[in-house]
């Protein structure tokens, strides 16, 4: 069958779908999981005969969307909250996972222009860390104390402030996404920017090592949320440029729901960075080489696993159950 014939013949169908699944109009889930494995069987076709087709990916959002409604609708014994973060986000999260790859190149793209722009001009690092701020570092690398700076104040002073800070910039990345993704956009590109700014400084002192093995101990969950906090301000942004099938006013309430749970996914990871920072980044000139480094490395496994790799096994194992009905 040509792809243009599979199209007509299924396209009413797959729109009277994903009208019922935002809608809410399925009263029986039995009758959800049952058009819920037609629609498997043709996402699965399309993948075999029409491998490039841009189809795949409309089956595939429309697939990720029905299998979290069918999850509602069954009944559940575990906690709301746990299995929000076990099974529910990580659903979102693979449903819109393009955007984050968008947001990660972004990211990426800034992070290379501070990089490239510290290198070029003398007086660009300052400009964008501050004068104070590259002062006091300076004068702590020359006392051998690269991340000095992050060893001040008390604990749970520490901890409290950086945790709401991180907070506020993840909330605000979300929010601003609400001028068509330009504004979460602009938050991605501050704190690209920065960092790529930060690091060739470390560099360009002979310290980079050092920087990388105190604040990365914090900085591999702080900076990953951000990302991922900024894929949500960026499909917040999708959802009131591209409605798709919808009104734009239901498109943005969707954007606004998914998006929301997509932020909220991340303040575990924002508050174990904090908590890292205010605790564990001011000892890290104690630490053997191999404990900093098992920290970075592990912190980073688990925000990386959780993000990009658990809401795949999440998807293919609802997909089976639901197969198999």
């Given at each position: 069958?040509?792809?243009?014939?599979?199209?007509?013949?299924?396209?009413?169908?797959?729109?009277?779908?994903?009208?019922?699944?935002?809608?809410?109009?399925?009263?029986?889930?039995?009758?959800?999981?049952?058009?819920?494995?037609?629609?498997?069987?043709?996402?699965?076709?399309?993948?075999?005969?029409?491998?490039?087709?841009?189809?795949?990916?409309?089956?595939?959002?429309l697939a990720a969307k029905a299998f979290q409604k069918i999850y509602r609708t069954?009944?559940?014994?575990?906690?709301?909250?746990?299995?929000?973060?076990?099974?529910?986000?990580?659903?979102?999260?693979?449903?819109?996972?393009?955007?984050?790859?968008?947001?990660?190149?972004?990211?990426?793209?800034?992070?290379?222009?501070?990089?490239?722009?510290?290198?070029?001009?003398?007086?660009?690092?300052?400009?964008?860390?501050?004068?104070?701020?590259?002062?006091?570092?300076?004068?702590?690398?020359?006392?051998?104390?690269?991340?000095?700076?992050?060893?001040?104040?008390?604990?749970?002073?520490?901890?409290?402030?950086?945790?709401?800070?991180?907070?506020?910039?993840?909330?605000?990345?979300?929010?601003?996404?609400?001028?068509?993704?330009?504004?979460?956009?602009?938050?991605?590109?501050?704190?690209?920017?920065?960092?790529?700014?930060?690091?060739?400084?470390?560099?360009?002192?002979?310290?980079?090592?050092?920087?990388?093995?105190?604040?990365?101990?914090?900085?591999?969950?702080?900076?990953?949320?951000?990302?991922?906090?900024?894929?949500?301000?960026?499909?917040?942004?999708?959802?009131?440029?591209?409605?798709?099938?919808?009104?734009?006013?239901?498109?943005?309430?969707?954007?606004?729901?998914?998006?929301?749970?997509?932020?909220?996914?991340?303040?575990?990871?924002?508050?174990?960075?904090?908590?890292?920072?205010?605790?564990?980044?001011?000892?890290?000139?104690?630490?053997?080489?191999?404990?900093?480094?098992?920290?970075?490395?592990?912190?980073?496994?688990?925000?990386?696993?959780?993000?990009?790799?658990?809401?795949?096994?999440?998807?293919?194992?609802?997909?089976?159950?639901?197969?198999?009905?």
């Amino acid at each position: 069958m040509r792809e243009v014939a599979f199209i007509k013949q299924n396209k009413e169908k797959w729109l009277n779908f994903e009208k019922a699944i935002f809608h809410n109009q399925f009263k029986d889930p039995d009758d959800l999981a049952s058009q819920y494995i037609h629609l498997i069987n043709d996402l699965s076709f399309a993948q075999t005969y029409y491998p490039k087709s841009k189809i795949i990916n409309y089956l595939n959002q429309l697939a990720a969307k029905a299998f979290q409604k069918i999850y509602r609708t069954k009944r559940q014994d575990t906690n709301r909250i746990l299995s929000f973060w076990k099974t529910e986000a990580p659903l979102i999260v693979f449903q819109y996972r393009r955007y984050i790859a968008y947001a990660f190149i972004i990211f990426f793209c800034f992070v290379t222009i501070g990089v490239i722009s510290a290198a070029n001009d003398t007086t660009f690092v300052r400009l964008i860390l501050g004068e104070d701020y590259v002062n006091r570092t300076l004068e702590n690398i020359q006392k051998g104390d690269p991340v000095a700076i992050y060893k001040t104040g008390s604990n749970w002073g520490g901890f409290l402030a950086i945790t709401f800070n991180n907070l506020f910039v993840g909330i605000k990345s979300f929010i601003y996404g609400i001028f068509g993704g330009l504004g979460t956009g602009f938050v991605l590109m501050q704190n690209g920017i920065m960092l790529g700014a930060f690091q060739y400084m470390f560099q360009q002192e002979g310290v980079f090592w050092e920087s990388v093995r105190g604040i990365w101990i914090h900085g591999a969950m702080e900076i990953f949320a951000i990302v991922i906090e900024g894929a949500a301000g960026l499909l917040l942004g999708a959802s009131i440029l591209f409605p798709k099938t919808f009104t734009r006013i239901e498109s943005f309430k969707i954007g606004v729901k998914d998006g929301v749970k997509i932020l909220i996914s991340t303040f575990p990871f924002t508050i174990a960075a904090g908590f890292l920072e205010g605790f564990v980044t001011r000892y890290s000139n104690a630490m053997p080489h191999f404990l900093s480094v098992g920290i970075i490395l592990i912190t980073l496994s688990i925000i990386s696993y959780y993000f990009l790799i658990y809401p795949t096994i999440v998807f293919k194992k609802i997909t089976k159950n639901y197969a198999a009905l």
